[in-house]
């Protein structure tokens, strides 16, 4: 099993400019997850999903969209770029959205916004 | 809401020495889970522990133990002859029952020299 697989792995905007990170898990799990990782700021929710055609907000919300339209993927979407959007994203699944269940990580895309 | 304070931002220590990370918890819920994760230089998370609040036992697995004490909200971390691949940063994360949400510390850098 490949477990959380992100893409891509580094990318360079300019200001305005849109994207998406894509996140894909082949666990079957149901729960999937977008942070953020900023310098002294741990790691802070952005949105999650508890299943396909369900997502909500996290903590920071603003500026991005999600979408779920699979039980599989999970892409997080940068509609217009800001340098303060500049950060490390770790996409995150577990089993079920029950807290009991550890959430396994993706390798994390590092994203720059000029 | 949860919140959780992980007052030491970065620790040095020699190797072979002992060394704890403290975390602090607040929450509402009676029912909820304690997380530890690991980050390495290479990035990645890594799941460490989870407790429930049920279970006030503290645990140890090889060098690293886990002090949770429900009375004063705290799960603290300690590594007994710490090494040189124990530096990291270290994340303290609680989760409630009832939200679909992992609320990260913002994290303990250890660095560990020879």
């Known amino acids: 099993n490949a477990g959380v697989t992100q893409t891509p792995k580094f990318q360079v905007l300019k200001t305005g400019q849109s994207m998406t990170l894509q996140c894909a898990q082949d666990?079957?799990?149901?729960?999937m997850s977008w942070y953020r990782q900023d310098p002294g700021m741990g790691l802070r929710l952005i949105h999650y999903?508890?299943?396909?055609?369900?997502?909500d907000q996290g903590e920071v919300p603003n500026g991005y969209n999600v979408s779920r339209s699979t039980t599989e993927d999970f892409p997080l979407r940068l509609l217009s770029a800001a340098p303060s959007q500049t950060s490390v994203y770790f996409c995150?699944?577990?089993?079920?959205?029950?807290?009991?269940?550890?959430?396994?990580f993706g390798a994390g895309s590092r994203l720059t916004v000029l | 809401a949860q919140k959780v304070t992980q007052a030491q931002t970065e620790i040095s220590v020699v190797e072979k020495e002992d060394v704890t990370l403290d975390c602090v918890y607040e929450?509402?819920?009676?029912?909820?889970?304690l997380f530890w994760y690991k980050q390495p230089p290479s990035g990645e998370l890594v799941f460490l522990i989870r407790?429930?609040?049920?279970?006030?036992q503290n645990e140890i697995s090889g060098r690293y133990s886990w002090n949770f004490q429900k009375s004063t909200s705290s799960f603290n971390f300690t590594i007994t002859a710490s090494q040189v691949v124990d530096s990291a940063v270290y994340f303290c994360?609680?989760?409630?029952?009832?939200?679909?949400?992992?609320?990260f510390g913002t994290g303990t850098r250890l660095q560990v020299t020879l």
């Open positions: 995150a699944s577990r089993q079920e959205h029950s807290g009991a269940n550890v959430l396994t």
């Open positions: 666990m079957n799990h149901e729960y």
């Open positions: 999903s508890v299943g396909a055609g369900i997502t």
């Open positions: 929450t509402r819920d009676t029912t909820y889970y």
């Open positions: 407790r429930n609040s049920f279970d006030e």
């Open positions: 994360a609680p989760h409630t029952g009832t939200a679909s949400k992992l609320t």
